[in-house]
């Protein structure tokens, strides 16, 4: 936008000629006097700037970068005794609006080369403006009591207006006119028609400014609309780089992914009813012998569960996936209850320990299918026994295990056929990948969605959602109401609501502020205490909470070393079975399952549950680095994605990142795998020399089990120290969350996040953001917001007038 051009109208119901003035030709002290936050007529807001000055005639000019002047034309007819006031140059309400300037260029050019002839070079005369200001002062201070009405001008509130209590008009014409809408009002009950006064004060003067205007294709009345601007969904020009179409999928989720795990489930299905048809038809598959240690138990103890882990690890992948992009592809459905969720699902991965219905349906069924894989690898660990067939101890299927397994991945196949189809060439409303804070950031400079997020900061969930109730957001493209066919932009919006509004102060264009009397400093600071800066954290990553892992793990391994080892309880002498280790005709053995399938789901349980601890530092650890009292530089806050990562390129990001703890946690959520694998296969009924049947355990899976558990033990220590700058005034769990945190954060306003083009464009820009000849650092805490009230978010650290208190 040039700033160097202002645009100014009259409040007279005449024709205005356009003429220009050098803004450094401007006298050096004027006299300002600038009314914000004033509502118009038709409720929508506005901003009127009148300022007094009287410009020498030789300063007339017309140059590029200058103020645009409305005159009165010299062929109107007589007004009165204030034809003078008419002639003078003296400027009565500037108006911020590039479109309407370059509207006014072009009439201009033309009124010029045709009329030029007949200005009048005289010089103005010098008359006192005050029943100009005065009247703009009164049209303000009447919309400011009918703020609350915030409905358009119609016949009742014609009425309403008292407009004999208006200074007299000298002349000018405003009563009159009123009076003749009124008439006109009561006779057709409609709206009276629009008259350049009403022009001038109903038009929104501070809407978001577009970088790609064309005035020629939108007609000036259009542009002058009386009708509050909002924004309209727009679908996406085809065939243009400029506009990518919305429908973004990870990897992991497009059809040759979601092919090749259906061809995995496949394949495992063939397996387990191939085997289990062949253990019936033969009696069994092949005979026992190498004992525990041979490679045939390695075959048929720890073979199947490595095989649905790797399947199971995959399915994981793939509901991490749908979790993170779920919450945009609801915003970009046109169903409204579909959009009200959106804000306040969980956008991070989350435990498989139990499934959660909070999103759509097909998705919720899937993900519900999806859950039953957790029961796969303690089941495959008892798939096998081993049975006296004609006096041979045969390997043979347990066939009850193998049809159950056979059922939940068919219904996995089930769910990711569901989910295929689901994303299959699905609108999602995302360009790319949305795995950072600041991809998330990205989607909110243009939105007109942030004023409803005031104070948002210090609520818990519950009333950030009693607040929020009524909204529907929409992530994709946009226009505006009263822009059609000008600029589309990409952002998270609401149709219908007010666009954000601008002003500029001190030569800088800004946000302008509400007129909501929580917009005081004082009003809210006491709110942002450092009890309120760190007053939540992750539940299960409290200070109480911690301790109680890292001693009951402490406690309970040593139990377990002790009595493993102890002469009179040592493990590798084994243990009486207690139930019947026989199997029946159908292979089943109750001491196999027992001592099979409860270790496995142990250790399962054990692995997810690290999963959840490390998922937890992974979604905190840039709001750590964020809260360091020098902040941190965007590729290790904003830019970090580990929440997205595979489990082993997280360990090699964060290592490389300087996360060592990150990195040692997610190392060890993904090697902990080997727990449920290795604890299925530990243990075998054996007949000792005394001729007694004992659960015998395999040593070197026992042994390596039990390095496991140490470094459980060990990882559950390590989450004990620094976790005080992970605390936030509350959780981070979904987007509303995360958006509160950055509703008033000037960085909406940075070139660095505005339009980027993909995901390379955003992280080089913010990559190559500099800040006093330093490289960029981010911060969380407490500062001034762009909507004057004080907040807790994320801001630059360095920028004007911003001090950010940690």
């Excluded at 509901?319 to 959106?342: G, N």
């Amino acid at each position: 936008m040039n700033l160097g051009e202002l645009d100014v109208q009259s409040v007279h119901h005449n024709r205005p000629q356009i003429q220009r003035i050098h803004t450094n030709e401007l006298p050096v002290t004027p006299v300002r006097a600038q009314f914000d936050d004033c509502p118009s007529l038709t409720s929508s807001t506005s901003e009127i700037t009148v300022i007094r000055y009287h410009t020498p005639p030789s300063k007339i000019v017309s140059p590029e970068g200058s103020f645009e002047t409305f005159r009165p034309d010299q062929e109107r007819q007589s007004i009165g005794i204030n034809e003078a006031a008419y002639a003078s140059n003296t400027p009565l309400v500037v108006r911020f609006d590039e479109e309407q300037i370059r509207s006014d260029e072009a009439a201009s050019s033309k009124k010029e080369g045709k009329k030029g002839s007949h200005m009048d070079p005289s010089p103005p005369t010098p008359i006192d403006d005050t029943p100009y200001i005065r009247f703009a002062i009164d049209q303000l201070t009447r919309d400011e009591d009918l703020r609350t009405v915030q409905r358009p001008s119609t016949a009742t509130s014609s009425d309403s207006y008292p407009v004999d209590r208006i200074i007299p008009d000298h002349g000018l014409g405003y009563m009159a006119a009123h009076r003749e809408e009124r008439a006109l009002t009561r006779k057709h009950r409609s709206t009276p028609p629009t008259s350049e006064r009403e022009r001038l004060y109903n038009f929104n003067a501070t809407r978001p400014l577009s970088h790609h205007s064309h005035p020629s294709v939108i007609p000036p009345r259009q542009l002058l609309s009386a009708r509050p601007e909002s924004y309209l969904p727009m679908e996406a020009p085809t065939h243009t780089p400029k506009f990518p179409s919305l429908t973004f999928v990870p990897t992991i989720l497009r059809p040759t992914s979601m092919i090749a795990l259906s061809i995995l489930c496949l394949l495992m299905i063939a397996s387990l009813m191939l085997t289990a048809i062949y253990s019936i038809q033969h009696n069994g598959l092949t005979e026992f012998s190498g004992g525990i240690y041979g490679g045939r138990y390695f075959l048929f103890a720890f073979l199947p569960q490595i095989f649905a882990a790797c399947i199971f690890i995959y399915v994981q992948g793939v509901v991490a996936a749908i979790t993170r992009i779920l919450p945009f592809t609801l915003m970009a459905m046109d169903k409204v209850e579909s959009r009200k969720k959106a804000l306040f699902i969980g956008i991070f991965p989350r435990t498989m320990l139990w499934p959660k219905w909070e999103g759509c349906r097909s998705i919720d069924i899937s993900n519900t299918l999806f859950w039953l894989s957790i029961f796969t690898t303690p089941l495959q660990s008892c798939l096998f026994s081993v049975a006296r067939i004609d006096g041979v101890w045969r390997w043979t299927a347990v066939q009850g295990i193998a049809w159950t397994l056979v059922a939940i991945y068919v219904l996995v196949l089930v769910a990711t056929t569901i989910s295929g189809i689901f994303f299959f060439r699905r609108t999602t409303g995302l360009i790319w990948d949305p795995r950072s804070l600041a991809d998330v950031i990205a989607l909110l400079p243009r939105s007109n969605s942030l004023g409803d997020y005031n104070r948002t900061d210090v609520m818990h969930k519950k009333e950030l959602r009693e607040r929020l109730s009524l909204r529907s957001d929409r992530l994709g493209y946009w226009m505006s109401t009263q822009r059609r066919g000008q600029a589309i932009f990409y952002c998270i919006g609401e149709e219908g609501a007010k666009t954000r509004r601008y002003t500029l102060e001190s030569g800088r264009l800004s946000e302008k502020k509400g007129l909501d009397q929580s917009s005081d400093l004082e009003s809210n600071l006491g709110e942002y205490s450092e009890h309120t800066r760190f007053a939540d954290i992750t539940w299960y990553l409290r200070d109480t909470f911690v301790i109680l892992w890292a001693v009951s793990g402490f406690f309970i391994l040593v139990a377990l070393i002790i009595v493993s080892f102890l002469p009179s309880t040592a493990i590798k002498n084994g243990f009486p079975p207690l139930v019947s280790v026989v199997p029946n005709a159908q292979g089943f053995s109750p001491a196999n399952f027992l001592y099979s399938f409860v270790p496995s789901v142990i250790g399962m349980l054990l692995y997810i549950w690290f999963q959840s601890l490390d998922m937890g530092l992974r979604k905190l650890q840039p709001w750590a680095e964020l809260g360091k009292p020098n902040g941190a530089e965007a590729q290790h806050s904003i830019l970090v994605d580990y929440t997205a990562r595979l489990p082993i390129k997280c360990t090699i990001s964060a290592f490389d990142g300087g996360h060592y703890r990150v990195a040692m946690m997610s190392l060890l959520s993904f090697v902990f795998v080997l727990l449920p694998i290795l604890a299925g296969g530990i243990f075998f009924p054996l007949t000792t020399p005394a001729n007694k049947i004992r659960m015998i355990p395999n040593l070197p899976a026992f042994y390596i089990c039990l390095v496991l558990l140490v470094l459980y033990l060990l990882g559950l220590f390590a989450l004990v120290p620094n976790r005080r700058p992970m605390h936030l005034p509350h959780g981070v769990e979904c987007l509303a969350e995360i958006i509160s945190f950055v509703h008033g954060s000037r960085m909406l306003d940075d070139a660095a996040f505005r339009a980027p083009r993909s995901k390379g464009d955003l992280t080089t820009r913010l990559m190559a953001a500099q800040s006093n000849d330093q490289d960029a650092r981010y911060a969380f805490g407490a500062y001034k917001g762009r909507h004057g009230k004080y907040c807790f978010g994320i801001e630059k650290l360095g920028r004007p007038g911003v001090l950010v208190r940690i």
